[in-house]
């Protein structure tokens, strides 16, 4: 059994990882934090079977632990991490704190200096589809947030492919409601959200463009020069992202439509369709699934459209499929494919 | 053009009279406040196109207007209406302040003393079902909760008749989330909400009981004994209650039914539903109709549903048809039957 | 492993079925039928990875199975079943066909005359709370419909102790869309029952009530007068029901509290909340949990709050509950609690 | 007052009209048809309060109306135009068979021959913000499409003043399930539509293009190389789109808000936001107002959000606009600003 810390537990994907957990094997979890409720039970935080007493981050055992998940906002969450390296546990961090390499580009979108550049050298950006190898033996996991999830698996085949003609990329992305989290907001209120559509921090103002621009440019054949323009959708779980590109002329849609089918063929997780469906929530939702589609606009442009479930594959879905890897289980164990 | 001032704009109360105001031929508002966005205009705290800026309640000049709405919490509404009243100008007041008629029964319920005792003697409550002459010569109208109105104009015909067996009432009722108001609260959370049904304050607890006690044990036959359950549904808009009642012999359902149709004859915003139709929130949706249906579960016992729009017939439209009887404009004015 | 047919398996609870298959460690489904889509893939009928053949009810290799689930209407199923029973093969069927154990009932609720009154009485009622030990030895068990799980739940310890001081009781409940079926209607259009809430054959008309009086006469004390007021509401999974009956004085909360906690001590499903909390849709969904809640109105007069998944616990979570007591499973095997 | 007939009357179209009339102070609905209805009264077909008798479109007395709505699916529709044209009354088409100039674009796009090419001739585009002239005299208008008035209106300024640096445009839009109708079909079947997102017939194959392009080619400085992606949401109204152009050096942001200020302000109903709002759905619903916002994603680049009403400003909101002009009576009169 893997003994489980999760810090930070009263969020969606704290919640997400217990359910998660609930199902999964070989998972023990032995302690679960929160500052707003410790003393409480987790199911009075939660409508939810889960009993364990809410702790102070502080006082969690973390040596009882083989791994510990945080679920803290960024900025944080590193100190915390620096605790549980000290500590010498493993770490699956779920803020954007050790996902970009370059500490001037985590100053750039996040406004702060980082304050673990050498912890940072550690950490492994926690796509197993690009990074399986290294994640099996890291110590400091950064889990990737979900809206660059959907744009890089989106994009990887094509980039890797050096197939496009041009740097333009247009991610178009509708969210559901519990990528804002469980903190309150008018946003988030539901006589706002509900019957409502709203675009936010459109075109290249959104942090997550940083992860997308760090991996798709690392695949290759960048810079790439991406538009992001997320919007929020009246479901509780979800993202779809309609993502614009031109490709070079020798790759016809069958050819792109075998690449990708190829390129994703050993994954656990990310399923190809074929020509004549199209990628939706409803393929995805309460799943650790990511759906892919490609549809041919014109000679030249295509529309890859990509779904993921954000609190499962796009958050907790993700970062139980890390640890996994990291302790040499089934990749699968306890998720939904 | 009456002079409109409204205290209190910005919950959904607020918008509400001013979505309505706006197709209102004889409305002009001269005013509206908010302490927390005074200094903002209107169209910054809710996206629409009203662009009036927002001001301080103590610096309204309510002598410029004709009638004042307040929509305040109950506590503090009390005090601003007694101000209104001072300054001479008529006011509707959307709190429960003005509402029960009984000091004591306020202190029961709400938990603190009526501080303006003489003026609840001034007041009307706001159902021009029941007070219509009472209400177009009143200088101070107390708007009724939502709930109370879907208990009491689905049962006062059978109050008035006499017609019930036993005082046993059922009100089993499902609200939409704008009920709850538009400040911040883990309820109202969009992904708490959403795909959820949830009670609260069941049995005999909630405060509406009161007012639904007052006017139904007022219209005659009573005492009653009252059972109301509220529950949160995730829509928008709307209240429907289901309400269980056991009547005498001689009132079968023919006879009932004609006796509804013909108490609310004359009524502009009350229908009572043909056997074979129920009240449904779509029948009452963004208007100021309330719709009232029949259904006999056997000999002596009776379901009566009822439905109303919690913001519109619930709270803001028939605030303004209160205000249309009191002014002598035709009653139907600016709302949507 | 257990080799399992499901005969239509397009609708919403052949869709849950091969859900629950796919993380449960012991099943092995073995052909999936259905008239309108044969011939096509599973994944052509839902955006799902489940990528099996449909064919035709009557190909179906019956005997290659251990166990047939039947998801088909009333009616239509009960010639299934007699095939599947001839064919030495033991079935679970969704329908409502074998449900009643007197045909008459059978007769005057759905219309028609039962065909198949040797087999109705070698089914056993499915509900495991009540007859676990008949499902673990039964070749053909009746799954029970959505509804009256949660009266028979609701309302069970209180039928057993004779706690009711009048056969009164009042069951009102909010169902989700996905309870109509996968099939086209008005009622199930989006627009339609989207920011709706609409009651239909309330008071003493929906079929369900004859199982609820079939089991909770049985349980004892009664006979009962049931009434009972089904709802649609605007979510995808889920059935509240708020039921309404009269105890007798001997019966304090407490004791009730307490009565309630023991009977469903042993229960992996079936979860007494303490005071103070409410069941709610969101404690159930995607599970196979039922909760309930107990509220004292008054001296003598209790609300019994039930919530389930209707998909799940209501329909073919506990299907897969009762296989696994029939094949000597781990009874919470694939299931989430 | 304007004697009004509605053919086709039972479409959520043919409603949104019965409820705007009932708020027009110059409306009298002489008939109303449904082929499927027919014999019934209306409150029957939606639960509503509008208690007029549905004929067959046979029987219509076209002669005794000035004006005829007809919501028709296209190519059944341009039969009864004919009829009404040749019955000498004015018509308000709200099908496609009249938006398009070119026979050969109709046939391109609807796959079949245009049957009425001289009537074609006398339609007009019902789009006030471009033809109001035409508008007023004219004796049919072909009502615009929903997703067409958003590209439309959109884009006009920037088409007009040839500010786009290149032919390049995509359209991402998300629709209301309203849009698709009140036809049952599996897409709009709410448990389907709900918590989910859909793309469908993306990149070059909606028919609503051929609008766009014929408008906006018309406008100048085109031909324009569009991409559409609509979506289906899960709301009841509204229409997003996010609108992506490449603008030539000269129009810096700045410039462009005021050139777009500048375009629409004598419009009653078409609102451009200041910098920092974003169009919302919010903004729109249940009125016949179109907002558009601009943001500029880097230096050439902008993105332009529109949003409206489906149901009203891009349908039956629009086509009562178009009858107010056309019989010379206050633009607004029975619509929401």
Known sequence: MIRIGIIGATGYTGFELLRIFSRHQQADVKFVTSEQNAGQRYSQVFPCPYDAELIHAEEAPIKQADVVFLCLPHGVSMEMVRKVWDAGVRAIDLSADFRLRDPAAYKRWYGRDHRETELLKEAVFGMPEIYREQIAGARLVANPGCYPQTAILGLLPLARAGALAEPRIIV???????????????????????????????????????????????????????????????????????????????????????????????????????????????????????????????????IVCCALDNLIKGASGVAVQNMNIMFGLDERMGLIG
């Not at 020069?225 to 993502?243: D, K, M, Q, V, W």
């Open 172 to 302: 178009d992305s509708y969210s559901s409601v519990s990528g804002a989290g469980r903190g309150l907001t008018l946003t988030s209120h539901f006589v706002e959200a509900n019957e409502n559509l709203s675009p936010y921090n459109i075109g290249y103002r959104h942090r997550h463009i940083s992860e997308m621009e760090q991996e798709l440019n690392a695949a290759g054949s960048g810079p790439y020069e991406i538009t992001f323009s997320p919007h929020l959708a009246p479901i509780n779980r979800g993202i779809l992202s309609t993502i614009y590109v031109w490709t070079k002329p020798e790759w016809s849609l069958e050819r792109l439509q075998a690449h990708y089918e190829q390129s994703y063929a050993g994954e656990p997780f990310v399923q190809v369709l074929p020509q004549g469906q199209l990628a939706t929530i409803a393929h995805v939702a309460n799943s650790n699934r990511c759906v892919i589609s490609l549809t041919q606009v014109r000679q030249g442009q295509i």
